[in-house]
């Protein structure tokens, strides 16, 4: 039915009411033209009440009754609205809310198009908003076992939070002042129907991404927005900001509003901060503080090093002092050795002689198979002792004979013969006693002069030096040379 058919019907309808006859309409007629007039009659309304009947269809459509102490209203919100509210509508709460009136003629009955539905005054809000945040921490969403640490130097930062506000460039400046680090963005709405979706959208993003992706995961999140009024910050209060919140991995500082100003993500956060720029000095230490802390610890690890380094270099001195030469720790080892070699050569014949003498008993009260048997692995295992002792025996014959030919070379070269082929010679008197000076000699005295070569005899000169020489008598290996030099036997000189 057309605009223009209703208004001639209800034109026709007066009309006839004032003549005293109606025309006959039809159920549907009726029932449009009502609807028409309501709607022309109504077209925005604000209504306040009382929530009662509240029924969420799976259509997403939320259907609801707005009554008071006298009266009640059907109500209908559609899905798209009933998506954006920003708190959950409860039987008992007081609400205003905003549409049109309509009707609905399969039912008879008029209703209200709502397209705005809100708590009735702040007092309303809070009573709500206490509610929520009984029933959130019932779940343990606010329990202090499960807020993370915020980590001490992170390398990227995620901020959710408008893009355009003031908010981002208080961040971004006190980031870059104290330690600057990476720092990204995920913009969204922080105020009106939109914002509480954009701000779990956030956080859940930040959750999302892959620590060895294009995009890093931030190691901590910052969910900021400036003050406002309650109705303004409303949508930080909104249960799945909270669960988002609290079911971040990624740890989070909530810095919502201003120090005075409280939100519900304020419970689930790992940190709070009165303001954002609290919450970026909350995320990031002060590098100069950090240099100087380094340089601290720096210079007291190396005072203790270098005290370590010269203790231990103390004791290191000390117990070398105190530790024996390497030759007086072998002496005793190859003392025993070189006994216990040469009883060992003793002791093997002996040995083998007590087994073979052990075989042979043994053999006798053997029969003669088994007889055979045992000689036959007594005499495998002797020929085996007998392969293992023969190069024994040839190493140790060869080093004892190493030694031997050393020392018959230290006795060479101590013995006198050595001195008297270097030139030396040895004297002694008639009677073999040893001449060891000069003042044993008396004149007269016969001596016996001993050479490499040979022996000479000489007879003792007087006090004055002078040789005897009708008493000087050559041995026989010195005749030739008598013989060639006899005209210089006077200047030969003193022999001492």
């Known amino acids: 039915m057309s605009d223009e058919d209703e208004a001639r019907i209800l034109s026709d309808l007066a009309g006839q009411a004032r003549g005293g006859s109606l025309p006959e309409l039809s159920v549907s007629e009726l029932s449009g033209a009502l609807k028409k007039t309501i709607e022309t009659a109504f077209p925005f309304v604000r209504v306040r009440g009382e929530l009662g009947r509240v029924t969420l269809a799976k259509s997403g459509h939320l259907y609801f ?73 019932a779940e343990g969403l606010f329990d202090a076992a499960r807020k993370k640490p915020i980590p001490y130097l992170p390398q990227v930062i995620g901020v959710v939070t408008s893009p355009t506000g003031a908010v981002i460039r208080d961040i971004l400046h006190r980031v870059a002042e104290r330690f600057p680090v990476r720092v990204l963005i995920w913009p969204a709405l922080v105020q009106g129907e939109k914002a509480s979706f954009e701000v779990e959208a956030g956080i859940r993003g930040f959750n999302a991404l892959s620590p060895d992706g294009p995009i890093p995961r931030p190691d901590v999140l910052i969910v900021a927005r400036g003050g406002g009024s309650i109705e303004d910050l409303w949508p930080f209060n909104e249960e799945r900001v909270v669960r988002a919140a609290a079911e971040s991995v990624i740890p989070l500082i909530s810095a919502v509003g201003h120090e005075t100003d409280t939100t519900l993500i304020d419970y689930a956060a790992d940190r709070r901060a009165p303001t954002p720029t609290a919450a970026a000095e909350m995320a990031v230490p002060v590098r100069l503080d950090l240099l100087e802390t380094i340089e601290t610890s720096g210079a007291r690890l190396s005072r203790l090093v270098r005290g370590q380094l010269r203790t231990r270099a103390l004791e290191l001195s000390s117990l070398a002092r105190r530790m024996p030469k390497l030759d007086a720790v072998l002496n ?74 050393q020392a018959s070379r230290m006795l060479e070269s101590l013995s006198f013969e050595a001195a008297l082929r270097r030139g030396f010679s040895l004297v002694t008197r008639a009677d073999g006693a040893l001449v060891r000076s000069a003042s044993d000699v008396g004149r007269g005295d016969r001596l016996r002069l001993r050479f490499a070569d040979g022996e000479a005899q000489a007879v003792g000169a007087g006090p004055d030096g002078a040789p005897d020489v009708n008493e000087t008598e050559v041995g026989p290996s010195t005749k030739a040379r008598s013989r060639k030099g006899a005209g210089r036997v006077r200047s030969q000189g003193d022999l001492f």
């Not at 014949?349 to 075989?359: E, P, T």
């Not at 055979?372 to 080093?399: H, K, M, N, T, Y």
């Open 65 to 137: 009754d707005l009554k008071d102490a006298s009266a009640a209203i059907n109500v209908v919100m559609w899905k798209g609205q009933a998506q954006r509210l920003p708190f959950r509508p409860e039987e008992g709460q007081e609400v205003l809310a905003e549409g049109r009136l309509s009707t609905f003629p399969g039912r008879s009955n008029y209703q209200l198009i709502c397209d705005s539905l809100r708590p009735a005054g702040a007092g309303a809000l809070m009573q709500l908003l206490e509610e929520r945040r009984r029933r959130l921490a």
């Open 332 to 405: 005793g080892p190859r003392q025993r050795l070189d006994i216990a070699s040469h009883r060992f050569q003793g002791a093997l014949g002996r040995a083998l002689g007590r087994k073979r003498i052990q075989f042979e008993s043994r053999a006798a009260r053997l029969q003669p198979a088994a007889l055979r048997r045992d000689a036959l692995r007594r005499r495998q295992l002797i020929e085996r002792l007998a392969q293992r002792l023969s190069p024994a025996f040839a190493r140790d014959s060869a080093g004892r004979s190493r030694r031997l030919e």
